[in-house]
Structure formats: C-alpha cells, structure tokens
C-alpha cells in the first residue's frame, strides 16, 4: 500500500512539473482563438507558469487548472468518505466554478479574440485518470497531493500574469482570483 501511494505521489510530482501546451489560430477578424477543446492546447509549446505574461499564454493555463480542479474534486465528492477532504472538494466545486464564469466574462471583456478552451489537456486527463483508478485506500492522500501540487502550480501562475501581464480585463481577473487561490493552498496544505 505505501509503495502505490509513493508511485501515485511520484506520478503526480512528473505530471505537474510539465508545463501546459496550447495552439492558437487567426481568427478572420485579425484576433487569435483557442482551440474549442482543451486537448487542443497541447500541440504548441508554452512557457512554464512563472513565465506566462501574455494572455494566449495565461487563458490556456488557467482554463486547464480550473478545470481540472472542478473534475478532481466532483470525483472527490464520488469516491471520498472523508468529510475534511469532501468539504474541501466541495469549496473547490465553488470557487473554481465561479472563478470559470469570471474568466469567460474577463476574456469577452478583453477582445482579444481569444476563447477559454473547456476540458482537460493530455497532462490534465492523465491524472485525473490515474485519480479515478485509486483504490479507496489510496484516494484520499492521491487527490492532497495532486490538489498541493496543482495549487503550486496555479498560485505560481496567477502570480507572474497579475504583476507581468498584459494591462486589461484579463490581468484584473488574475490578480482578484489568486487571494483565493492562495488560500485553497494553505487549506490542502494543512490538509496531511
């Protein structure tokens, strides 16, 4: 049991460090769209999280992270029994599904001609399928540890486009969301 939970751990610490991809096209109006799905934000290479200052870069990123923090947590609140991780969850459910809706309205406001894609990324699917086929056992330290790694990853994120992005509706929406992204850190934190 503690050799699968130390290759689920290890599995999570390979699959975060990745940083996401996206694939971007000229609209007939001059802007730039993202791929209608997730998937589609694998085929360009994009820089790691501490890098992002353009929104083609950031909008990609976030919408993987968001997403993948609402289906993680909605298999959470499916497979867990522990009531600290499913309230958790639960807050997840919450504030990553308003955090997508402000996003949508933050880029529609931008007009850059970008789209939020939906769903997960290659990288994404892959550990939220290995989340799914934990054991029971096992669930509940697999989705701490993938939620402190993507936590990580997203706080890092929203950091570098809110003091290095580009000025506009876009930026706003990262430096409002990440006080609460830096407090879902410290609540998974706290969490072991």
């Not at 971007?24 to 001059?30: I, L, V, W």
């Not at 083609?56 to 990123?61: Q, Y």
């Not at 706080?155 to 003091?163: D, P, Q």
């Amino acid at each position: 049991m503690k050799t699968q939970f130390l290759t689920i751990a290890a599995v999570v610490a390979l699959g975060l460090s990745a940083p996401a991809h996206a694939q971007t096209e000229t609209t007939p109006d001059g802007g730039t769209a993202m791929g209608e799905s997730a998937m589609d934000t694998d085929k360009a290479a994009m820089p790691a999280p501490q890098n992002v200052k353009t929104a083609a870069n950031f909008v990609p990123m976030a919408a993987v992270s968001n997403s993948f923090e609402i289906e993680s947590s909605n298999l959470a609140l499916t497979k867990s029994t522990n009531e600290d991780v499913r309230s958790f969850a639960q807050r997840m459910l919450a504030d990553h599904s308003d955090a997508a809706m402000k996003m949508k309205q933050a880029v529609e406001a931008s007009k850059t001609g970008l789209s939020v894609p939906t769903g997960l990324d290659a990288r994404h699917q892959t550990m939220l399928d290995q989340l799914s086929a934990a054991d029971d056992s096992e669930f509940d330290a697999a989705y701490i540890a993938m939620q402190q790694k993507a936590h990580d990853e997203a706080v890092t994120l929203f950091t570098a486009y809110s003091k290095n992005g580009e000025v506009g509706p876009i930026k706003s929406f990262a430096a409002d969301t990440l006080p609460t992204l830096e407090e879902h850190k410290q609540m998974v934190d706290g969490m072991n």
